[in-house]
């Protein structure tokens, strides 16, 4: 519902580009810091990724202290002795500010990390909405190795199935750096890529928030021109690009996830990403299929006016397909040109990408026990989610199944 | 490694001496296009007696300063930071960034408009300053790296392109 009032806020700065890294020294310098603690991941450990960081820190008189590589496992005790073991190094040998080097689980370690320094141990042990962080945090800092889901910019931070929720938790500063950007696996970039699709796509569709329809754009167009060309080059190598265009690709959709996450931190309730995460528990999508499977259905049965769903035509496809369509027609096309992007990836990835929600091992039986569970699966305290409506969500599932149109009206 | 470790990140020596030698170079050109060119003299003009300005990197340098004195001569003042008062700073967030510019890879506005620069002091002074160091690396460089340093190549005449350039770089060489 459009109330005419919006709030947006976004804590983190943006550094983009070639040479951007060598900013980082003088940002740090800026915020009060000369001493950070990089936390990085085994995948950016074994591709070199510290190297150009500590390039980068060359004559600016700084020391870094290099954490070991967090390991991708999902033991909640190991994660736990390695987010002590940080904490006793960072505050044994005096550091001032974190720079998480990587994404995903990065991320949410250096922001625990960071609650547990500013804040003390104790308050990461205290549960839900007792968890209060109130006040800035140290600096901290986010530089992506490849494209994130978007958790990484966002207000939250998970550790040990706990959520924590405040705006000091987004990063400071985040810095993508062609220099500093690996080759994820495919399945990496189509996961972040489609979580980061669904998020900017209902936010621009729903959103009565102009600043954050303002940054769903960019993120859509970014993804639109660089999703499928760099799948299509990790996955068919005879049509690889050189090496300078495959990096555009990737510093481009870091920096739709960074756009993401901001997103995400000033639209509460996107139903398609609540619907996604859950749907991915109960089958073989993940996340990111999940999200964009459902969110055809989603806008089609949310959008109350019809005319922000056209709209969505104009980050889509552009300015001149936008204006060549008349105006009846756009809603249909917009939600068409999502289902197309998905049949376009399944037919890049021969196959192995979900297109319905029965592509992913869901059938017509199972969608009550899938809305039942919805019902029975409360959100975390602590988060922004909000209860989800019921009824709605199995009319969802139920055109999701098979991708059909909830408006048939449109076809004629 | 599976060890924490403490990294102090050291130095880039090359850079360094590369950039303390053009910026020696630089300083004493502007002191001589002072003495030859009429629209640096017109542009030092504008400034206040006494005032200084300085191009460097953050936050250890290397650093060029240069300053006008009150019988409104325009000197190189080395480029030890600590001994003079600046008025006007204008600094590259880091010492590859100043590297890039004086290696031609990126023209002034360029690294500007990538938000590379800050300036400490007025701003009609930093732009004067900008169109000073233009002007010099347009007497310094042959054409076509001139043209790399700068955002628009100036057409001058005939006598500003030889005599002129001339008496610059010998008056730079020189200090005279």
């Known amino acids: ?412 | 490694m599976e060890t924490f470790i403490e990294i102090k990140p050291g130095r880039k020596p090359f850079q360094r001496i590369y950039l303390g030698i053009m910026l020696w170079f630089v300083g004493k050109a502007i002191q001589a296009a002072a003495r030859v060119d009429n629209e640096v003299k017109k542009e030092f003009k504008g400034m206040p007696a006494n005032y200084t300005f300085s191009l460097g990197a953050f936050p250890n340098g290397p650093y060029m300063i240069v300053g006008k004195d009150d019988k409104e001569k325009v000197r190189y003042l080395g480029s030890n930071i600590s001994k003079h008062h600046v008025d006007l700073e204008i600094t590259l967030k880091s010492m590859k960034n100043l590297f890039v510019l004086f290696t031609f890879r990126e023209s002034t506005p360029i690294a500007n408009s990538r938000d590379r620069m800050i300036v400490n002091g007025d701003l009609p002074q930093a732009c004067a300053a900008v169109r000073i160091l233009d002007i010099v690396q347009v007497y310094l460089l042959p054409k076509p790296l001139a043209k790399l340093a700068i955002k628009r190549y100036p057409r001058w005449s005939l006598k500003r392109h030889t005599v002129d350039r001339l008496m610059v770089l010998i008056r730079t060489i020189t200090g005279i």
């Open chain 1, 1 to 412: 519902m459009n109330t005419g009032n919006f709030t947006f806020l976004c804590r983190t700065k943006t550094g983009f580009g070639m040479n951007a890294l060598e900013h980082l020294p003088f940002d740090l310098s800026c915020m009060g810091s000369q001493k950070p603690l990089v936390l990085l991941d085994n995948n950016a450990q074994l591709k070199g990724c510290a190297k150009p960081l500590i390039r980068a820190f060359k004559e600016s008189g700084m020391t870094l202290g290099l954490c070991p590589p967090i390991d991708g496992g999902t033991d909640p005790n190991i994660d736990l002795k390695t987010l002590k073991n940080f904490y006793g190094i960072y505050i044994d040998k005096g550091f001032d500010s974190i720079i998480a080097l990587g994404t995903g689980k990065v991320a949410d370690m250096a922001k625990a990390l960071n609650i547990a320094v500013t804040l003390g141990p104790d308050t990461l042990k205290a549960t839900g909405e007792k968890t209060q962080i109130t006040q800035p945090l140290t600096p901290f800092i986010y530089i992506p190795t490849g494209m994130g889901t978007g958790m990484e910019t966002d207000k939250i931070a998970r550790l040990n199935g706990k959520t924590f929720n405040s705006p000091f938790l987004a990063p400071d500063l985040a810095i993508i750096d062609p220099e500093i950007l690996i080759q994820d696996t495919s399945d990496t970039i189509i996961n972040a890529g489609l979580t980061c699709l669904a998020t900017c796509c209902e936010a621009h569709v729903l959103s009565d928030n102009p600043p954050a329809r303002a940054y769903c754009a960019t993120g859509i167009g970014l993804i639109i021109k660089n999703f499928l060309p760099l799948v299509q080059s990790i996955l068919t190598p005879e049509v690889t690009p050189d090496k300078k265009t495959t990096k555009r690709y990737q510093t481009n959709l870091a920096q739709a996830s960074v756009i993401t996450g901001i997103i995400l931190a000033n639209c509460k309730g996107l139903l398609s990403i609540q619907l996604g995460r859950h749907l991915a528990k109960d089958s073989t999508a993940t996340p990111g299929q999940a999200m964009t499977i459902l969110l055809p259905a989603v806008l089609d049965l949310i959008t109350a006016n019809k005319s922000d769903l056209g709209n969505l035509i104009l980050p889509l496809s552009g300015l001149d397909e936008f204006s060549s369509v008349p105006i009846s027609q756009r809603p249909a096309l917009a939600i068409q040109k999502i289902r197309s992007l998905l049949n376009k990836l399944y037919q890049i990835c021969l196959g192995t990408i979900p297109r319905t929600l029965s592509d992913t091992g869901v059938d017509r039986e199972s969608i009550d026990a899938l809305v039942q569970s919805l019902s029975s699966d409360p959100p975390p305290p602590g988060t922004d989610i909000k209860t989800i409506n019921l009824k709605q969500a199995k009319t969802i599932l139920t055109h999701a199944l098979d991708g059909q149109p909830l408006n048939q009206a449109y076809l004629n």
